[in-house]
């Protein structure tokens, strides 16, 4: 049964970084945009794939969780420290992610928490904005989590 739940887990990852790449490639491509039609597009798509990013983070979750029953590994270090690792990089990215959701809003679409939504910013607001979203920090935060869980996962170092 271990393998099943490893395979599931492999895939739900792939899932998760497939659809939540597509935000990644959306803050490096939103701040070559000047267009509000095209920003309001890039942050469409972006918006569209929250939830399959979500859910396939609750999906990594459970097979993690079940995984670390089946073998007895919640008395090891390194799975707690995973899910801790998870958690932060989590919260980090929410935070980070605030510029994003004011462009989303800027361009008249819902924010956060989708009652957001109000008439479209101006061209000026709105350029200013995008140049509030850096995406290299939260980029960074999330490539050292994968790393750092990659490696406690394969290495199971304690």
């Known amino acids: 049964m271990y393998q099943w739940w490893l395979w599931a887990h492999i895939v739900f990852v792939a899932g998760f ?56 590994w919640w008395r090891f270090g390194w799975i707690w420290v995973a899910l801790v690792v998870l958690i932060i990089a989590v919260g980090a990215m929410n935070a980070l992610s605030r510029p994003y959701h004011n462009v989303r809003v800027g361009v008249g679409l819902p924010g956060r928490r989708g009652n957001e939504k109000r008439e479209p910013a101006s061209s ?18 999330g490539a050292a989590a994968i790393v750092i869980l990659i490696w406690l996962m394969v290495l199971k170092p304690f």
Request: aromatic residues 6%; hydrophobic residues 45%; charged residues 10%.
């Open 124 to 141: 000026e607001q709105l350029a200013q904005l995008v140049a509030r979203a850096n995406p290299w920090p939260i980029s960074l935060v």
């Open 17 to 72: 970084l497939l659809s939540h790449g597509t935000s990644a490639a959306m803050g490096f491509r939103l701040r070559q945009e000047t267009s509000p039609d095209a920003i309001r597009g890039l942050a469409q798509l972006s918006k569209a794939t929250t939830n399959f990013t979500y859910g396939f983070l609750l999906l990594i979750l459970v097979s993690g969780i079940a995984m670390g029953i089946q073998n007895n």
